[in-house]
């Protein structure tokens, strides 16, 4: 029914005479703003017929009105949560695409694009690809906005699953070391990756270089690579590698700092000690910083 009275075809006709195009004009928009929604059924009968309706006649107010009406009722069931959010997207994205003018509409429907992308469901993940697609065609600047959003919500939710099953010792901290750092390679200078991997070199040097727990050369593998590829942010970290080192060297003994150093003619380095000298200097290296070269320099004489 809708598709026989509101086609382009009629709409053009009537637009030919302006006070039967603005009286048509007046009439839907009197009866959208009179619009109720007791139920989901009555609302999804509203929404088809008069998306149809605005649509066709292609009038900017009229679609205002008719967004600010299924907005209302939208928002309302998503807080009261008797919506999916997912379900609510398609309704604000084609308010989008009916008038990409409405600033009001593009708010919202970031704002549920932001939650569908940090959400972990089946349904959100479709919502996210769908938002995409149908904005790209239309706003290229907008599309810009929510890609980038996206991104970062996926490298977020990458970042959050590596630290709860860490958390729930699931994951070795080698396997979680190398899967930062492939986030890294590509991301070289987003400052969240940046932090987690600073820290998580510091634990694996402990465990694996200077503890010797089996999984140490997967984790040097990534030391080596990551010395030769430090990004600017990733130095904006290194604090982490000098607050580590100090924290040993100033617990180590007088004798056991010289015979590091290799300063002390009476005493060798055990496997323990050449594990733990090892370590330091993996500090040292990735935190950018010279260690105490002489006797004065290592217990503060002048």
């Avoid at 040097?205 to 690579?225: C, D, F, P, Q, R």
Wanted: contains cysteine; proline residues 1%.
């Amino acid at each position: 029914m809708v598709g026989q009275v509101f086609t382009l075809q009629k709409i053009k006709l009537i637009k030919q005479f302006n006070k039967l195009a603005s009286a048509l004009i007046s009439y839907c928009n009197s009866k959208i703003s009179s619009l109720k929604a007791n139920n989901k059924s009555e609302f999804q009968n509203n929404f088809r017929f008069y998306s149809s309706v605005c649509s066709s006649i292609e009038d900017s107010t009229l679609s205002f009105v008719f967004s600010n009406y299924v907005m209302q009722y939208v928002v309302s069931e998503v807080n009261d949560n008797s919506m999916k959010k997912s379900e609510a997207a398609n309704f604000i994205l084609s308010l989008f695409i009916l008038d990409k003018s409405n600033s009001r509409v593009k708010d919202n429907l970031t704002t549920l694009f932001e939650m569908l992308a940090r959400d972990e469901s089946t349904d959100s993940d479709k919502a996210v690809k769908k938002i995409l697609e149908k904005v790209k065609a239309i706003d290229t600047n907008f599309y810009h906005r929510l890609n980038d959003e996206n991104e970062q919500a996926i490298i977020d939710k990458e970042l959050n699953d590596i630290v709860n099953k860490l958390t729930s010792k699931s994951m070795s901290e080698s396997s979680a070391l190398q899967k930062v750092y492939s986030l890294y390679k590509t991301n070289n200078n987003h400052d969240a990756i940046c932090e987690i991997l600073a820290q998580l070199c510091v634990a694996c040097i402990m465990k694996y270089v200077i503890k010797e727990e089996y999984g140490g050369h997967a984790v040097t593998t990534v030391l080596n690579s990551l010395e030769d590829n430090m990004s600017s942010t990733f130095k904006k970290h290194r604090k982490h590698f000098k607050e580590a080192h100090d924290s040993i060297w100033n617990s180590l003994p007088s004798d056991a700092k010289l015979t590091i150093q290799g300063l002390n003619p009476h005493a060798t380095l055990n496997s323990s000690g050449l594990a733990l000298k090892q370590g330091l200097k993996w500090y040292q290296r990735l935190g950018g910083f010279t260690p105490p070269s002489s006797i004065s320099d290592l217990f503060g004489l002048f």
